[in-house]
């Protein structure tokens, strides 16, 4: 079956650039859209973006002006860049997989899941 | 940015009993509300979509109702695996997708 992993580093010094990449096994990233989504310990879920597998993206307008989300087909992997982050960054970023149903409406919802990777922002 | 609101922050229940989770919508988002259910040290588990329809593999104690800015999650018989923290998601009005803040659910 399908699975993502994320990888990267688990610290990242203030004012630096946090990159995540996640691999998606078992299946292939193409006609899919793909997010990132984080949680501060102790906190609840916050949407980062999602890129599809042709390369556009959308991103929460919160975090768009440090956001950078890339596709890699070939390699099966989609990565995410944040710059300039700061203790408030500190989460677990999960990736996942974004479905797109059409039953009536367009229903959006994620359906699969990384099982996350703590990235601690601290000097 | 629509914000989502759920109560309450925490339910005790005993096993067996119903529990019933509930969410607010800031504005309506029509049906496009899904629920997830995450365990400790686990990513969330998708549950219900369209505010009513269960996932794949789901189990019928879970369903959920409403429509516009009120939408209920209820567990029928908790089991001791429902034992979580549960979280709507709005996916009307975007971006960005919105999460509520949680309801715990745990052992009375």
């Known amino acids: 079956q399908v699975q993502l992993q994320e990888s990267g580093p688990g610290l990242v010094k203030p004012s630096e650039t946090l990159s995540l990449t996640c691999t998606v096994s078992?299946?292939?990233?193409?006609?899919?859209?793909w997010s990132w989504i984080r949680q501060p310990p102790g906190k609840g879920l916050e949407w980062i973006g999602y890129?599809?597998?042709?390369?556009?993206?959308n991103y929460n307008p919160s975090l768009k002006s440090r956001v950078t989300i890339s596709v890699d087909t070939s390699k099966n992997q989609f990565s995410l860049k944040l710059s300039s982050v700061t203790a408030a960054d500190t989460a677990v970023y999960y990736c996942?997989?974004?479905?797109?149903?059409?039953?009536?409406?367009?229903?959006?919802?994620?359906?699969?899941w990384g099982r996350g990777t703590l990235v601690t922002v601290s000097s | 940015e629509i914000v989502m609101t759920q109560s309450p922050a925490t339910l005790s229940v005993s096993p067996g009993e119903r529990a019933t989770l509930s969410c607010r919508a800031s504005?309506?988002?029509?049906?496009?509300l899904a629920w997830y259910q995450q365990k400790p040290g686990q990513a969330p588990r998708l549950l219900i979509y369209?505010?009513?329809t269960r996932a794949t593999g789901i189990p019928a104690r879970f369903s959920g109702s409403g429509s516009g800015t009120e939408f209920t999650l209820t567990i029928s018989s908790l089991q001791s695996e429902d034992f979580a923290v549960y979280y709507c998601?709005?996916?009307?009005?975007?971006?960005?997708?919105?999460f509520g803040q949680g309801t715990k659910v745990e052992i009375k």
């Open positions: 996942a997989r974004e479905f797109r149903a059409v039953a009536g409406t367009v229903h959006w919802y994620f359906d699969l």
């Open positions: 504005q309506s988002v029509s049906s496009n």
């Open positions: 078992g299946g292939s990233i193409s006609s899919y859209y």
């Open positions: 890129i599809y597998y042709s390369g556009s993206t």
């Open positions: 369209g505010a009513s």
């Open positions: 998601q709005q996916y009307n009005n975007w971006p960005p997708r919105t």
